[in-house]
């Protein structure tokens, strides 16, 4: 009786100390030794109410933001108290455009960064690539075009089939890269980054563009579908996109053809959609006009006899 009694006391005890909690109020741990020590002062929300004062918590990174494979701990009252520090929250519609540029890194052109679009409506960057020869492709990311700020895997290789983690801007990239593709050659791939409101990366995330069911099998029959797989027209990007004359305002620029440096304000043919630019020479042995001449302009239309959208090339 005498046990039962005191397990009892400490049952209320422990209640009467968690007074006041409840799901997905924001905690601040503490008093913790040993090996779970380096846990103290990491902010968390409390997740479900357990026996006898203990609680699942899901603990944030050092920046107040949740994990990408979230962390769930069992903490009793006595290792927690409350805090009024927030959750750092996703990319919102009100921030507008993000200030900070983000460049794409890859196997598909020897590792020349290229420039990621903002997509408005979901709001992510994101990047059209097509697999190669091998059906497989690996890429990193960076911030501002600066290896130093990589965004990348905590493992090589990683991808569907190898559990990984989110890390950086930092510069612990070297060979840590996503793997992507099934062994298709050609396959369509968009590879996606999501902010958090601070603009840093919240998750990276790809997925095929590749046409199922009732849909593949009408693209396989529309007229001019093999010619996307030829270079016929030089005015198209891979995604079949108009190229129009532009003139970059930088001088970091580079042909998506030869991977060429391209000076500030030189003649391209451009499709800022996909960021895939055509050099002057590259249109010149393609079609035989300067990029920025009078043979661009009369040449950004299809030939008339053309049955669909042609690819330049990778």
């Not at 630019?277 to 042995?285: G, I, L, P």
């Amino acid at each position: 009786p005498g046990a039962t009694s005191a397990l009892v006391a400490s049952d209320a005890a422990a209640d009467a100390e968690g007074a006041g909690l409840a799901v997905g109020c924001r905690v601040v741990v503490k008093g913790l030794t040993d090996r779970q020590a380096h846990l103290n002062g990491v902010t968390g929300s409390l997740v479900e109410r357990k026996w006898k004062g203990n609680w699942i918590v899901d603990l944030d990174d050092a920046d107040g933001k949740k994990r990408r494979l979230r962390r769930r701990w069992l903490l009793n009252v006595k290792n927690f108290d409350i805090t009024e520090k927030p959750e750092v929250k996703k990319y919102h519609t009100e921030l507008g455009r993000p200030k900070k540029q983000y460049f794409i890194v890859g196997t598909w052109n020897e590792f020349v960064p290229r420039r990621m679009v903002w997509d408005a409506d979901r709001l992510l960057w994101t990047f059209e690539l097509r697999m190669g020869s091998a059906g497989m492709e690996q890429f990193q990311i960076w911030l501002e075009r600066d290896r130093r700020q990589s965004v990348h895997p905590d493992t090589t290789n990683a991808g569907s089939y190898v559990p990984w983690d989110l890390q950086g801007p930092d510069d612990q990239g070297e060979k840590k890269l996503w793997s992507v593709g099934d062994g298709k050659p050609g396959e369509r791939f968009e590879v996606r980054l999501r902010l958090w409101e601070d603009e840093m990366p919240q998750s990276v995330e790809w997925a095929s563009l590749a046409p199922t069911g009732a849909a593949a099998e009408s693209e396989a029959a529309a007229p001019g579908a093999k010619a996307k797989d030829k270079p016929a027209n030089p005015r198209c990007c891979p995604a079949g996109h108009e190229l129009k004359p532009f003139r970059p305002p930088v001088a970091d620029y580079s042909c998506s053809l030869c991977q060429s440096k391209v000076p500030k304000g030189a003649n391209l043919l451009s499709c800022r959609r996909c960021d895939y630019d055509v050099c002057e020479a590259c249109a010149d042995k393609v079609a035989g006009g300067p990029a920025g001449g009078p043979a661009a302009e009369s040449a950004a239309q299809p030939p008339a006899a053309a049955t669909g959208p042609v690819v330049l090339g990778e």
